[in-house]
Protein backbone atom coordinates (compact mmCIF):
# COMPACT_ATOMS: atom_id res chain seq x y z
CA UNK A 1 0.00 0.00 0.00
CA UNK A 2 0.85 3.69 -0.78
CA UNK A 3 0.54 6.92 0.56
CA UNK A 4 1.15 10.07 -0.43
CA UNK A 5 1.10 13.86 1.55
CA UNK A 6 1.98 16.34 1.97
CA UNK A 7 0.13 18.42 0.22
CA UNK A 8 -1.53 21.92 0.81
CA UNK A 9 -1.99 25.50 -0.30
CA UNK A 10 1.41 27.29 -1.32
CA UNK A 11 1.77 30.98 -3.53
CA UNK A 12 3.63 31.22 -6.55
CA UNK A 13 7.16 30.86 -6.47
CA UNK A 14 6.99 28.62 -2.67
CA UNK A 15 7.71 25.06 -2.46
CA UNK A 16 6.58 22.09 -1.08
CA UNK A 17 7.73 18.42 -0.04
CA UNK A 18 5.45 15.64 -1.08
CA UNK A 19 5.95 12.70 0.73
CA UNK A 20 5.16 8.62 -0.70
CA UNK A 21 5.35 6.17 2.02
CA UNK A 22 4.84 1.96 1.64
CA UNK A 23 3.65 -0.36 3.65
CA UNK A 24 3.73 -3.98 3.51
CA UNK A 25 6.69 -3.75 1.24
CA UNK A 26 10.23 -1.95 0.58
CA UNK A 27 10.85 0.05 -1.84
CA UNK A 28 14.51 -1.76 -3.02
CA UNK A 29 13.75 -2.83 -5.86
CA UNK A 30 11.00 -0.46 -7.30
CA UNK A 31 10.50 2.34 -9.39
CA UNK A 32 8.66 5.30 -7.71
CA UNK A 33 6.84 7.35 -10.35
CA UNK A 34 4.78 10.82 -9.21
CA UNK A 35 2.31 11.79 -11.20
CA UNK A 36 -0.54 15.01 -11.17
CA UNK A 37 -3.46 15.07 -12.54
CA UNK A 38 -5.50 18.63 -12.55
CA UNK A 39 -9.05 19.39 -13.12
CA UNK A 40 -9.99 18.60 -16.60
CA UNK A 41 -6.70 17.67 -17.41
CA UNK A 42 -5.07 13.63 -18.24
CA UNK A 43 -2.85 12.29 -15.89
CA UNK A 44 0.47 13.76 -16.03
CA UNK A 45 4.23 11.93 -15.37
CA UNK A 46 5.70 14.14 -13.15
CA UNK A 47 9.33 12.39 -12.12
CA UNK A 48 10.58 8.81 -11.16
CA UNK A 49 13.16 7.35 -9.18
CA UNK A 50 14.56 3.81 -9.65
CA UNK A 51 15.49 2.59 -6.66
CA UNK A 52 18.01 0.10 -7.20
CA UNK A 53 20.34 2.38 -9.37
CA UNK A 54 19.16 5.90 -8.36
CA UNK A 55 18.17 6.99 -11.50
CA UNK A 56 16.04 9.59 -12.12
CA UNK A 57 13.26 10.94 -14.99
CA UNK A 58 11.63 13.93 -14.61
CA UNK A 59 9.04 15.90 -17.17
CA UNK A 60 9.95 18.78 -19.09
CA UNK A 61 7.45 20.68 -17.21
CA UNK A 62 9.07 20.19 -13.63
CA UNK A 63 12.53 19.79 -14.65
CA UNK A 64 15.24 22.19 -12.74
CA UNK A 65 12.11 22.69 -10.34
CA UNK A 66 11.23 19.59 -8.71
CA UNK A 67 13.92 16.76 -7.06
CA UNK A 68 13.24 13.38 -6.49
CA UNK A 69 14.92 11.67 -3.59
CA UNK A 70 14.48 9.01 -1.30
CA UNK A 71 14.93 7.66 2.45
CA UNK A 72 15.35 3.95 2.41
CA UNK A 73 15.80 3.56 6.11
CA UNK A 74 11.82 5.48 5.96
CA UNK A 75 10.87 3.67 2.68
CA UNK A 76 9.75 6.67 1.81
CA UNK A 77 10.28 8.89 -1.51
CA UNK A 78 9.93 12.66 -0.77
CA UNK A 79 9.36 15.11 -4.10
CA UNK A 80 10.89 18.51 -3.53
CA UNK A 81 8.74 21.30 -5.26
CA UNK A 82 10.18 24.45 -5.92
CA UNK A 83 9.39 27.48 -7.63
CA UNK A 84 5.90 26.41 -7.70
CA UNK A 85 3.77 27.67 -10.59
CA UNK A 86 -0.24 27.91 -10.59
CA UNK A 87 -0.20 25.35 -13.43
CA UNK A 88 1.37 22.96 -10.92
CA UNK A 89 -1.99 22.86 -9.27
CA UNK A 90 -3.22 19.53 -9.51
CA UNK A 91 -3.80 16.12 -7.26
CA UNK A 92 -0.88 14.49 -7.12
CA UNK A 93 -0.10 11.17 -6.79
CA UNK A 94 2.90 8.28 -5.85
CA UNK A 95 3.28 4.93 -7.94
CA UNK A 96 5.33 1.61 -7.61
CA UNK A 97 5.86 -0.64 -10.15
CA UNK A 98 8.59 -3.78 -9.75
CA UNK A 99 12.26 -3.23 -11.45
CA UNK A 100 13.92 -0.34 -12.91
CA UNK A 101 11.46 1.13 -15.33
CA UNK A 102 12.23 4.55 -16.85
CA UNK A 103 9.61 5.58 -17.77
CA UNK A 104 6.40 8.34 -16.81
CA UNK A 105 3.87 5.82 -18.57
CA UNK A 106 1.53 5.52 -16.08
CA UNK A 107 -0.15 2.06 -17.27
CA UNK A 108 3.71 0.71 -16.35
CA UNK A 109 2.96 0.94 -12.92
CA UNK A 110 1.00 -1.40 -10.85
CA UNK A 111 0.74 0.23 -7.74
CA UNK A 112 -1.33 3.56 -6.60
CA UNK A 113 -1.39 5.88 -3.79
CA UNK A 114 -4.24 8.00 -2.91
CA UNK A 115 -3.63 11.67 -3.80
CA UNK A 116 -2.87 14.76 -2.39
CA UNK A 117 -3.83 18.35 -3.10
CA UNK A 118 -1.43 20.40 -4.29
CA UNK A 119 -2.90 23.96 -4.95
CA UNK A 120 -0.68 26.94 -6.08
CA UNK A 121 -1.91 30.45 -6.02
CA UNK A 122 -0.83 33.11 -7.97
Known amino acids: QLQAFGGGLVQAGGSLRLSCAAS????????IGWFRQAPGKEREGVSC????????YYADSVKGRFTISSDNAKNTVYLQMNSLKPEDTAVYYC?????????????????WGQGTLVTVST
Open 49 to 56: LSMSDGDT
Open 95 to 111: AAVYGSYWSLVSAGYDY
Open 24 to 31: GFTFDDYT
